[in-house]
């Protein structure tokens, strides 16, 4: 099964209502490919109350939790970037395991994590 794996900018950017990012959405169900949210992201993004949006494009997702593995990717990959920003680590290596692309509003720092780890990681910008 084909997957994509959505950054906290895809979130809040349906809880917005960017028609883009909606339309992107509906786009990839339509075609069976079902979007990945590592919980992580989810936790960055969600602010409690009803944020109808965001709920709406997570039915449609599978949110999934950060194991052992992934933590300890992410974490050598903030040693290699020369950053701490974790979500955006986790976002990289949750990605990479499942052989997706990112939907992100956020490219440069994505990129500076995967290309600090030699691997060249496919966006949609959004």
Do not use: F
Request: glycine letters at 8%.
């Amino acid at each position: 099964m084909q997957t994509i794996v959505y950054d906290t900018g895809a979130l809040i950017a349906a809880e917005r209502g960017s028609s883009r990012m909606l339309s992107l959405h509906r786009e990839l169900i339509k075609a069976h490919v079902y979007p990945t949210v590592p919980v992580v992201v989810l936790a960055q993004a969600w602010r409690g109350g009803p944020q109808a949006m965001m709920s709406r494009l997570l039915n449609g997702c599978e949110v999934v939790p950060d194991g052992e593995l992934i933590g300890r990717s992410a974490g050598a990959a903030c040693r290699a970037a020369g950053t701490s920003d974790v979500v955006d680590a986790i976002v990289v290596m949750t990605a990479i395991q499942k052989q997706s692309s990112v939907v992100t509003s956020d490219p440069d720092d994505l990129r500076a994590i995967s290309d600090s780890i030699n691997v060249k990681l496919p966006m949609y910008v959004i």
